[in-house]
């Protein structure tokens, strides 16, 4: 098959992953004006657990619903008992408390677990399909990723555009003090936000795992791609974040495909740089505020 | 206080050092070796306080500068053996600073987590560079440095103690420089930017410029310690240089107070010394290898959570309060006795 479409098929898998990554930091910095420098370490805690799940129960959905779980309960736990002290200080404040948190994790994790690469099993095969003579590069496991992180994000877009939570949380976000004056409960539905966040977050670790495989610091690379992502979505899209991650994904597996998977975390920082440089205000979004 | 008391100040620390290295001749080679170790993190965390501290702008690069300061001494000295210890420090400064500009610029265009982002960026990246170009860089092995030899009349002392001896010198070049700069007219420039960039511009300070100053400055120490980094482990390569290298500095500043040059001081000796002093609680708990390995940076992590709920000014912080009561005390008696 022609080199450029297997790049193109893999590319775009690779860029649903870093698509809900960047929507997870989206969310985050909408609710509460924090980029989650420990959202990849919260992804790579969750998929431990699920490893844990998945062994001792011998069954992959188990395992996969239980990291979602855990993410969700998680990012609730982070912002209710340590982000929510900072978030009215200094931003540097609340960037170093989940820069700790990230170290915490990635040094918590290994003790429980080892420090180890470890395989993550995957619920269907990831090898590329074949249909007679002919080779198609996704794998079954890649349509599942671009179906999973789909489903999330369809439904959470169903969440805030079209619930009455949704709206409620939106408002806590946009107007925190005009929202609590009205009687929304505008702390547990920050809190809430953090946990859907820490979830989407975990659906990625756990769709990183089974090629990248798993040892404590695996999604730091995924953290700077899903960061590139959700900027050159423009921080505060989250259609602008899932476009970033498509975009981002074509462009590392070309980079990759035609100059090397080593340049891939470079290729990252050069358009991570360049499109803070020219276009600070993301590719989707118009707009003249300053916000970088 | 002025910069020559300062200098005086700086030069009587580290001679008071030196006589402590000095009566070091005995001592165990790992104690020389964690030694050194305090000084290169001392002067990267006294490059990062100047910018995270002082500049308010955050980088998580570090690690990465101190990459590129440990590279250009290992290539140097791959070429030219022999080359004096001061011109390869020189030249890990040079080269550390040029790359600085580049990212400086970029980063004075950059606020809060664009900024901290774009140069985690740097710190995930920046070793893939290492492994890329394996012919040059030597990939994942890296490039051997080899030690400094003391010369023919210090030629009793072991070569780790020697080293020591030549590591201090950056040490207090770095911080009498460093204090004295604090203190004028860039200095207050910098402090000012942090405050308010509207306030600054209005006084005619020219914010882009200064922040790629300080940015520069920084690099440079992070460049500095990358050097005395080679040299002490003798190697420069990709795994020593990973992410949480660039948060232990960032836990070092943070533990002795951000923008508080003696509080890297404390922060450097806190970070290279804890590991020790909790294997000796790691001894009588009879902890797992496992968890033994990973409590240091557990705790850094946990620090920092704690620092920024409860205690964002750190140990020089506590300090700078303690001698404020003591000197209002001290007024107050003699008040009383007058």
């Not at chain 2, 409860?310 to 140990?315: A, D, L, N, Q």
Request: net charge positive; charged share 10%.
């Amino acid at each position: 098959m022609n080199y450029f479409v297997v790049l193109t098929l893999t590319g775009l898998a690779a860029g649903m992953i870093y698509a809900a990554l960047a929507l997870s930091l989206v969310i985050i910095w909408r609710a509460t004006r924090v980029v989650n420098f420990a959202q990849g370490a919260l992804a790579m805690t969750t998929t431990y657990i699920a490893l844990a799940v998945i062994q001792a129960t011998e069954n992959y959905w188990i395992g996969f619903f239980a990291a979602l779980l855990a993410g969700l309960v998680l990012g609730a736990v982070a912002e209710r008992f340590l982000v929510r002290w900072v978030e009215t200080g200094p931003p540097l404040n609340a960037v170093i408390l989940t820069l700790g948190l990230l170290l915490m994790l990635e040094a918590v994790v290994p003790m429980i677990w080892g420090a180890q690469i470890r395989s993550f099993p995957a619920p269907v095969s990831i090898a590329a399909m074949e249909f007679g003579d002919l080779s198609i590069a996704l794998s079954p496991f890649n349509l599942f990723t671009i179906g999973a992180v789909l489903l999330v994000v369809l439904g959470l877009f169903f969440l805030f555009r079209g619930t009455a939570l949704g709206l409620t949380m939106r408002a806590s976000a946009f107007a925190p003090e005009i929202s609590r004056l009205l009687g929304v409960r505008v702390g547990r539905l920050l809190a809430l936000g953090w946990g859907l966040a820490a979830l989407t977050g975990a659906l990625a670790g756990m769709l990183v795992a089974p090629t990248l495989l798993l040892y404590p610091n695996n999604m730091d690379a995924i953290l700077v791609y899903g960061f590139t992502a959700a900027v050159l979505g423009g921080l505060d899209s989250a259609v602008g974040a899932v476009i970033g991650g498509v975009v981002l994904g074509l462009a590392l597996s070309y980079i990759g495909g035609y100059g090397g998977g080593d340049l891939e975390s470079i290729g990252a920082l050069v358009i991570l740089i360049a499109i803070l440089m020219l276009r600070p205000q993301g590719l989707f979004v118009s707009g003249t505020e300053r916000r970088v | 206080m002025t910069a020559l008391k300062r200098a005086g100040i700086g030069i009587g620390i580290g001679g008071l050092a030196a006589v402590a290295i000095y009566g070091m001749d005995s001592i165990d080679p790992y104690r020389v070796y964690q030694l050194s170790t305090v000084f290169y993190i001392a002067i990267a965390a006294a490059g990062l306080t100047v910018l995270t501290g002082l500049n308010g702008q955050l980088s998580l690069g570090h690690g990465a500068l101190m990459a590129i300061g440990a590279y250009t001494t290992a290539l140097l000295l791959r070429r030219y053996t022999d080359l004096n210890p001061a011109l390869v420090m020189a030249a890990a400064v040079v080269s550390t600073s040029l790359v600085s500009i580049v990212v400086g610029i970029a980063a004075a265009r950059l606020r809060g987590p664009y900024l901290a982002g774009a140069t985690l960026g740097l710190a995930v990246g920046l070793p893939g560079v290492a492994v890329r170009f394996s012919g040059v860089f030597g990939g994942d092995a890296g490039l051997s440095v080899p030690s400094i030899v003391p010369p023919d009349t210090f030629s009793t002392l072991p070569t780790e103690v020697w080293f020591a001896w030549i590591g201090l010198i950056p040490v207090v070049i770095t911080y009498v420089l460093l204090a004295n700069l604090v203190s004028t007219r860039y200095g207050r420039d910098f402090r000012a930017i942090r405050e308010d960039e509207v306030a600054a511009e209005l006084h005619g300070i020219r914010i882009a410029r200064t922040q790629v100053t300080a940015f520069v400055l920084s690099g440079a120490c992070a460049g500095l310690a990358g050097c005395l980094m080679a040299y002490t482990a003798n190697l420069a390569a990709p795994a020593g240089f990973p992410l949480t290298l660039s948060l232990e500095v960032l836990a070092a500043i943070v533990i002795g107070g951000i923008g508080r040059l003696p509080g890297a001081v404390w922060g450097a000796l806190i970070i290279v010394l804890a590991p020790d002093l909790m294997s000796s609680l790691n001894d009588s708990l009879h902890l797992p290898g496992g968890v033994r390995a990973q409590l240091p940076l557990a705790l850094f992590g946990a620090v920092l959570i704690v620092a920024m709920l409860g205690f964002p000014h750190g140990i020089q912080g506590a300090l700078d309060r303690l001698w404020r009561l003591r000197a209002m005390a001290r007024r107050r008696s003699n008040e009383a006795a007058a």
